[in-house]
């Protein structure tokens, strides 16, 4: 298989979560500029509409499935629909998360529940309503997104890094479950980056300061520099990756 063959995604139809903005966008984006079928979720079917006609706009198509990825229930139908009503899903992304800031003797217990059912439960409800369809057809890959913060903690954001870090072991699970099945399961996990879940610390002239100083790339990154990550371990190229969790952070994890 040629070199551009080995990254090709043509034929594959890929499921995104948290895929109406963000990194969630710009990887569908990039899984569909190297051939993929794109389903966009998410809970807001509005952002969604907005999203795929943002990618129409560069030729680009794409079908939305609006369901709640934190409610099993909603997400055994969505899959259900999908795999029915569309096609077989090739490539999942897990990538819908939210974030919240507090210290941790200060936390409040709605948001840690709320972390945990969308940072870390979801992605096992996806992933697990996904794999399913998957095993019988002997073939599969999802990517769940970690972070940076999988490895890592800072102050303010303990239960993030708690869902992070879960999130990184439960990929590792399911790589030890599922790969005898021909599924790959891998993670991608972005450092500090340009998005608007880091908009405040972007603004942040101190902070962005301390960064740039941390980061041997010496710099925040841009969403466009997770593309070839993730086209990578959705791809024949990574066909016998399995339950790695691949950084893009510009070094900051191994450095002191």
């Given at each position: ?59 680009l198509k794409a079908v939305t499935s609006s369901f709640d990825v934190t409610d099993q229930t909603a997400v055994i139908a969505g899959i259900d629909a999908i795999e029915r009503d569309v096609g077989p899903i090739d490539i999942l992304i897990n990538n819908a998360g939210i974030q ?157």
């Open positions: 298989m040629s070199d551009a063959g080995l990254f090709s995604l043509a034929g594959r139809r890929a499921l995104v979560t948290g895929a109406s903005r963000g990194i969630g966008f710009t990887l569908a984006k990039g899984l569909a500029e190297h051939g993929a079928e794109l389903i966009l979720n998410g809970r807001n079917s509005d952002r969604l509409e907005e999203a795929k006609a943002a990618l129409a706009k560069d030729g919240r800031r507090a210290p941790l003797d200060q936390f409040p217990r709605a948001d840690w529940d709320a972390l945990i059912a969308t940072n870390l439960n979801a992605v096992f409800f996806v992933g697990q309503a996904v794999a399913r369809q998957m095993i019988p057809r002997g073939r599969g890959k999802i990517i769940n997104i970690c972070s940076v913060q999988s490895e890592l903690a800072r102050p303010g954001i303990a239960p993030y890094t708690a869902t992070k870090g879960a999130v990184k072991n439960l990929t590792r699970g399911m790589a030890t479950d599922w790969a005898r099945h021909g599924l790959q399961i891998n993670g991608l996990a972005p450092g500090y980056f340009e998005t608007e879940m880091n908009e405040i610390l972007v603004a942040n002239k101190e902070f962005t300061e301390w960064l740039c100083k941390r980061t041997p790339a010496g710099r925040w990154g841009r969403v466009e520099e997770l593309v070839g990550a993730a086209v990578f371990l959705a791809s024949d190229a990574s066909g016998f990756v399995n339950g790695h969790v691949l950084m893009v952070d510009g070094g900051i994890t191994v450095s002191v």
